[in-house]
C-alpha cells in the first residue's frame, strides 16, 4: 500500500499540470485575499483573513476534482488498471492509498497559504493582533473541506474512465455539498429546512470558521469521507 501511495504522489509532482494546477490556485487566493476590491484583507482596516476562509472553500471545488480526477479514471484508460487490481493489494488498500495520497497533495497547496497568516500578524496596529483561535479553527475546517472534496473527487474518479466526465461530476457533488444542499434548505421548512441545513458542507465550515470545534462538525466530515470511501470501494469492488 505503501509503494502505492509514493507512486501516486510522484505521479502529481512529475507531472507539469500538477504546478500548474497549484500556482493557479496560490494565485486565486493571493488576488482574492490582497488584491481584488471588496475582496483584499487591505480594505477592511484590520487585521483579519475572512476571504480567505470565504472563498477557499470554492476554490477547493475546482481544484480537489483537478487532483483527483484521473487516479482511477487515467488507470482505466491506460490499461494499467488491471495490473494494479491483480497485485496483492485489497481493493480498501488501493482507496486508502490513493485518497491519502490526494490528502499529501491536500496538505502542500495549503500549507504557502500560511504567510497570509504571518503577514497579517505583523500589519496589525499592534502586532500580532489577531483572532489566532478562530484563524487555525477555520484551518482546520478548511482542510476537512478539502479532505471531503478529495474522497468525492476520488469517488467521482471511480465512476469512468474518463477524466473530464469525473471532475465535472465531482464539481457537481462538491457544489451540491457546499451551498447546493443549503439553498434547498431556503425553500424548505420545518424539520426539514434543519436536515437539509444539517447536511451542508458550509454549514458545519461555517461553525468551525467561528472558532468551534465540536463533535458534531467532526463527526460529520469524518463520516461524509468514509462514506464517500467505502463508495468508492463498492465501485472498485464491482470490476471483478
Excluded at 479514471?73 to 488498471?81: D, L, P, S, Y
Excluded at 466526465?165 to 457544489?175: D, G, I, K, M, T
Aim: aromatic share 16%; net charge negative; hydrophobic share 55%.
Amino acid at each position: 500500500m505503501y509503494s502505492l501511495f509514493i507512486k501516486e504522489v510522484n505521479a502529481f509532482f512529475s507531472n507539469l499540470s500538477a504546478y500548474l494546477i497549484t500556482s493557479i490556485f496560490l494565485i486565486s487566493l493571493g488576488l482574492i485575499v490582497w488584491v481584488f476590491p471588496g475582496t483584499s484583507v487591505l480594505d477592511y482596516g484590520y487585521a483579519d483573513l475572512d476571504p480567505l476562509f470565504s472563498y477557499t472553500p470554492f476554490v477547493f471545488i475546482f481544484l480537489l476534482p483537478a487532483i483527483t480526477m484521473r487516479m482511477v479514471a487515467e488507470e482505466r484508460k491506460t490499461g494499467t488498471w488491471e495490473l494494479l487490481k491483480t497485485s496483492p493489494l485489497k481493493n480498501y488498500q488501493i482507496v486508502v492509498a490513493k485518497y491519502l495520497a490526494a490528502l499529501v497533495l491536500l496538505f502542500f497547496s495549503l500549507i504557502p497559504t500560511l504567510v497570509y497568516y504571518f503577514s497579517i500578524v505583523q500589519l496589525g496596529d499592534t502586532i500580532g493582533n489577531i483572532d489566532s483561535a478562530g484563524f487555525f479553527g477555520a484551518y482546520i475546517g478548511l482542510f476537512l473541506v478539502g479532505a471531503l472534496f478529495a474522497a468525492v473527487g476520488l469517488f467521482s474518479s471511480c465512476i469512468t474512465s474518463n477524466q473530464i466526465v469525473s471532475f465535472v461530476v465531482a464539481v457537481f457533488l462538491s457544489f451540491l455539498l457546499y451551498g447546493g444542499i443549503s439553498a434547498l434548505a431556503v425553500l424548505a421548512s420545518g424539520d426539514l429546512a434543519v436536515l437539509l441545513t444539517g447536511l451542508g458542507t458550509d454549514f458545519h465550515y461555517e461553525q468551525m470558521g467561528r472558532g468551534v470545534i465540536v463533535s458534531e462538525n467532526i463527526y460529520y466530515f469524518l463520516g461524509m469521507i468514509l462514506s464517500f470511501l467505502v463508495c468508492s470501494w463498492i465501485l472498485i469492488n464491482r470490476d471483478e
